[in-house]
């Protein structure tokens, strides 16, 4: 889920939408440009139960995987 352009804290809000509608196990790939991003969605995931598996650095933005 390609999140680039947009802004904490509606990124997080989308993302929490899309890993609701996930059966458990799954993951879901986000990419962001905010800064903040990289911070509060790991947080706020891991906050709601959810496993951060992995934040990479893309050079311009961040993946963020989660799972359910």
């Known amino acids: 889920m390609?999140?680039?352009?947009?802004r904490?804290?509606?990124?997080?809000?989308?993302?929490k939408v899309r890993l609701e509608d996930l059966?458990?196990?799954a993951r879901l790939s986000l990419v962001v440009d905010d800064a903040r991003a990289?911070?509060?969605i790991p947080r706020a995931a891991e906050a709601h139960?959810?496993?951060v598996l992995e934040v990479t650095d893309l050079g311009d933005g961040w993946r963020i995987e989660i799972e359910r």
């Open 2 to 6: 390609v999140l680039r352009g947009v």
């Open 8 to 15: 904490c804290p509606l990124n997080w809000a989308r993302a």
């Open 23 to 25: 059966p458990v196990g």
């Open 38 to 40: 990289v911070r509060d």
């Open 49 to 51: 139960g959810y496993v």
